[in-house]
């Protein structure tokens, strides 16, 4: 029996239940940024063995968590980990990012990448779930991920990261048959993964559709936005009684949170180019909305910071259905104080009565 969960305001915020105030946590909260995360990352000696050590991801999971009044965990682990497992030859070079040694490039390439079983190649993600999960011992939740299909395909294609997209766009546009038949394959891949996330032990899911924002809307709901409502609707939603809400975040995508929220997800990420407030109109409160801070204001003086904090709460308004966190990533650089001001800031502002 897992020990019952001591903060449930970030599940009950996303299942829009009234909350004593409004939960936070960060988008890459563990990372970078932390001299101890730093610590564990030489100790692994590179980043897949970090990533692959269930030991070692659930140390860096739960190390935000001990300086940080946050109000999840987010498994420490990578998008890439289901090309991976496809065999494409992932590595990391230095000042580039992921490399793929193996792209897909043809309808052949498509054909040739296994369907993989999560519970056996992707074993150490669910034994860090479950590790974490235990270590956690009720804390707070533990979130579960994925990128998108799209997002996937994006590196697939292009053999790692891209400034234009010249190829995975090139593949969409001449030969679109192929290109579906891998991103199914990959939302297939995908449902399967975050199901064993669950099923190890993860509280809530989000996707993550990094690259989505660089589509033409109607390619966006084509080759985008149509597949991860596929695995919205495979996916396993509750678990040992309880709901596990599905956060769906298409970076850039503010124009296309309505259609986000036809999926029948819980909830939706929102970057800082969109207002809250007119987030939450677009969609008519359907979903639960989280975010949205540019993560660039963790530069400026714990003032200005909690001035900015102010600002997203208000944009938001009364009600509850928010999840206060950056519209991306942390940076790097950011001094962990301000996060810390951000986070306490979330606090001080937003106590209400329910």
């Known amino acids: 029996m897992s020990a019952p969960l001591q903060n449930d305001l970030y599940l009950r915020a ?19 940024y932390l001299p101890e995360y730093l610590r564990v990352r030489k100790q692994a000696g590179d980043f897949m063995t970090l990533c692959s050590t269930p030991e070692l991801a659930c140390e860096v999971t739960l190390q935000p968590l001990e300086r940080f009044k946050l109000d999840a965990a987010i498994l420490f682990s990578d998008i890439l980990t289901i090309p991976d497992a496809m065999g ?15 792209p897909v490039r043809s309808r052949a390439d498509v054909n040739k990448l296994p369907d993989i079983d999560p ?34 395909a994006t590196y697939m294609v292009e053999g790692g990261g891209s400034k234009d997209f010249s190829k995975v766009k090139g593949m969409m546009f001449s030969d679109p048959d192929t290109m579906h038949a891998l991103l199914d394959k990959n939302a297939k891949a995908v449902t399967q993964y975050l199901n064993a996330q669950v099923a190890a032990g993860a509280q809530s899911l989000m996707i ?3 690259w989505g924002g660089v589509l033409s809307p109607a390619c966006y709901r084509e080759f985008s936005l149509r597949y991860m409502a596929q695995i919205v609707d495979g996916l396993t939603r509750t678990a040992n009684g309880q709901q596990i809400p599905v956060v769906l975040f298409t970076k850039n995508g503010g124009q296309w949170l309505s259609d986000m929220a036809d999926t029948g997800c819980d909830g939706l990420g929102v970057d800082w180019t969109t207002n809250l407030s007119d987030a939450r109109a677009r969609v008519n409160d359907r979903v639960a909305l989280q975010g949205n801070l ?10 200005r910071i909690r001035d900015e904090v102010k600002k997203v709460l208000q944009s938001y308004g009364d009600g509850p259905g928010h999840v206060f966190n950056l519209g991306h990533g942390i940076h790097q650089f950011v001094n962990p104080d301000h996060l810390a001001v951000m986070v306490d800031a979330v606090h001080e502002f937003s106590v209400r009565s329910v």
């Open 14 to 32: 996303l299942l829009r239940k009234p909350t004593e105030r409004t939960p936070v946590w960060v988008m890459r909260q563990a990372g970078r």
């Open 88 to 102: 494409l030859g992932l590595h990391f070079e230095a000042g580039e990012g992921p490399k793929f040694s193996n």
């Open 119 to 152: 519970g056996t190649e992707l074993r150490y993600v669910m034994d860090a779930v479950s590790l974490i999960r235990k270590e956690l011992n009720g804390r707070v939740p533990l979130i579960g991920f994925s990128g998108s299909p799209w997002t996937l």
């Open 208 to 210: 993550f559709d990094t």
């Open 294 to 303: 540019d993560p660039s204001t963790l530069y400026a003086s714990p003032e």
